[in-house]
């Protein structure tokens, strides 16, 4: 593990390419969750003059909110990926500090978690119960498969932030 003070040599051995993969992780993280609003924004229907989108369904207003909190955490961190990246030393040296990214990595990547699986459940069961007697409805629901794939992306790139916030904690 790293102190916070730990400089890393650019010659190879634990620090090399540690930083990279830190800051790599944090933006593949924002693009697949930019990606997934996107997806989730455009995908809108029209069944018997009803507009249906993301909106009417509480599992996914639950994916989009966690989606957005996850952008805006990972857009906090991204700056002081790329400061440690640039300077192989963190911006705040602080045992709290780094404490603190820890606990908050773990929780990000618990809530992308929950609001994936939300969508993935949400849209199985609502399949089943439309059935193929509105085929518009069944085409949006397949589309909401790409927009919670990304969110997992997301995840699971979260997931390799939360792991390299934890070899960043002070002994």
């Known amino acids: 593990m790293a102190h916070p003070d730990h400089q890393y040599d650019e010659g190879g051995g634990y620090g090399s390419k540690f930083p990279v993969t830190v800051l790599g992780a944090r933006v593949l993280t924002l693009v697949s969750l930019i990606v997934s609003v996107v997806l989730l924004e455009t995908n809108t229907v029209t069944v018997d003059g009803y507009h249906v989108s993301y909106h009417d369904f509480r599992s996914y207003k639950f994916m989009f909110y966690v989606t957005i909190i996850g952008i805006a955490y990972t857009v906090l961190q991204i700056p ?4 440690y990246m640039r300077k192989r030393k963190h911006l705040i040296p602080n045992s709290a500090f780094l404490h603190l990214c820890f606990y908050l990595d773990k929780l990000m990547m618990v809530l992308l978690g929950l609001g994936a699986g939300a969508a993935f459940g949400a849209t199985m069961d609502i399949k089943k119960y439309v059935g193929d007697n509105i085929p518009k409805l069944q085409d949006f629901l397949t589309v909401v498969y790409i927009p919670s794939t990304f969110l997992l992306v997301g995840c699971i790139a979260c ?8 070899f960043l904690l002070p002994r």
């Open 159 to 166: 997931g390799v932030s939360s792991v390299h916030s934890s």
């Open 80 to 83: 002081f990926a790329a400061y």
